[in-house]
């Protein structure tokens, strides 16, 4: 289920990337708010998806996929550190 929404989330930032990256920009401004607007874009589905990924962990009572979110957690973390 976890792999699933992960991997929603990064086709769908795939499919931001490659959209606004396809057509000319005029100016170089308009490349850095592009440049601005994605990365705010994967830190809020970063932000989404911790949230989920600590609430499974508060509400599951299987130790099995508390102890594999918690691993997903930490390396995430880890990653934006």
Do not use: C, P
């Not at 396809?22 to 990365?39: G, H, N, P, V």
């Not at 299987?62 to 691993?71: C, F, P, T």
Request: glycine content about 2%.
């Amino acid at each position: 289920m976890v792999q699933i929404w992960l991997g929603m989330n990064v086709l769908f930032v795939i499919a931001v990337l490659v959209w606004s990256w396809q057509k000319e920009s005029i100016s170089i401004i308009i490349d850095l708010a592009k440049l601005t607007s994605q990365t705010a874009l994967i830190l809020f589905l970063v932000n989404v998806n911790m949230y989920f990924i600590f609430l499974v962990i508060r509400k599951s009572k299987v130790r099995k996929i508390k102890v594999s979110l918690a691993k997903i957690s930490r390396y995430i973390i880890h990653i934006f550190n």
